[in-house]
């Protein structure tokens, strides 16, 4: 299947941000950022200002491991903090005011999906094409797919027992929203999970890390009152089956080091350096 424009340059932006993440010590210039995706530099400062609503020199700010250490250290910011300093009113709205969690029942976690039907669709956002799956109930997956034929396997190993139909239903469109922080018409998002208790724990846990912060496994494993914990929450978070509107990508090492992600380390830089640009955006038209 043909690639669609929206995916082509989120794989250019995706290609600049990872050689921006290799020599930023060498502070790259914009020409030479734009020369490794082939493209000219004025064309590139328009793609990606376009794309992440700041330009390629302010995004390298976001994008690297010091901003991480500076959020978590200097600012000593915790999980708790950073929920209780967060304004209802602002386009950075906590997650969990419009997203809801209900865990599967016993019998439907240990029957794989059978009895449930799954309509799925294949939606376009900037960090490229989110496999969205959702029940009667509500989203039950989120993924982001490079290839449609893996993406449809992996949905399908989620719930063994399930029936399946390829149909956009108007709640894969409602979630989708969340990729546009300052839409203000997002409506409350049930979520339909298979997981384990600790693991909806875990996840819940997920939806207070605001747009624009980010938080540490130990912070995580303190919020759900297991603080020894932090190695099985990693292990949970890394098994989050909502891309994005759990923010599992918002969760960092201690060191500051952004760690792995479900659905490719860059992609994690990318929507992280693109939240906080939002972020910064917000905050400089609140303080207008």
């Known amino acids: 299947m043909e690639k669609t424009q929206k995916e082509l340059n989120y794989e250019r932006i995706a290609k600049a941000i990872q050689y921006i993440q290799d020599h930023f010590q060498e502070k790259p210039s914009l020409e030479e950022i734009a020369e490794h995706v082939h493209l000219s530099p004025f064309h590139f400062q328009r793609l990606f200002s376009d ?11 976001y994008t690297q491991v010091n901003y991480a250490k ?11 903090e950073t929920h209780l300093l967060t304004g209802v009113g602002s386009t950075s709205r906590l997650h969990d005011m419009f997203v809801q969690i209900e865990g599967m029942t016993p019998a439907e976690f240990k029957q794989a999906g059978e009895g449930l ?7 376009e956002t900037p960090f490229g094409i989110c496999l969205v799956g959702s029940t009667e109930k509500g989203i039950c997956y989120m993924a982001f797919v490079d290839n449609q034929a893996a993406g449809r396997k992996e949905l399908k190993e989620n719930f063994e027992n399930a029936e399946f139909i390829e149909h956009e239903l108007p709640i894969h469109l409602e979630a989708i929203k969340i990729f546009n922080p300052e839409d203000q018409s997002l409506k409350k998002i049930k979520l339909h999970l298979k997981g384990t208790a600790f693991q909806l724990k875990v996840w819940q846990a997920l939806l207070q890390i605001p ?4 938080s540490s496994y130990k912070d995580i494993a303190i919020a759900i009152d297991q603080p020894s914990a932090s190695r099985a929450v990693g292990t949970a978070i890394g098994q989050n089956p909502i891309a994005f509107l759990i923010p599992c990508h918002r969760v960092i090492q201690t060191t500051g080091q952004t760690g792995g992600y479900r659905w490719k380390p860059i992609r994690k830089t990318v929507i992280l350096g693109w939240e906080f640009a939002h972020k910064d955006k917000d905050i400089t038209h609140e303080a207008i």
Request: aromatic share 16%; glycine share 6%; proline share 3%.
């Open 117 to 123: 039907t799954i309509s799925y669709s294949f939606q």
């Open 51 to 61: 794309w992440a609503g700041t330009s390629p020199k302010k995004f390298l700010q």
């Open 211 to 214: 747009l624009g912060k980010v």
């Open 70 to 80: 500076k959020l978590l250290k200097e600012e000593q910011r915790t999980l708790f």
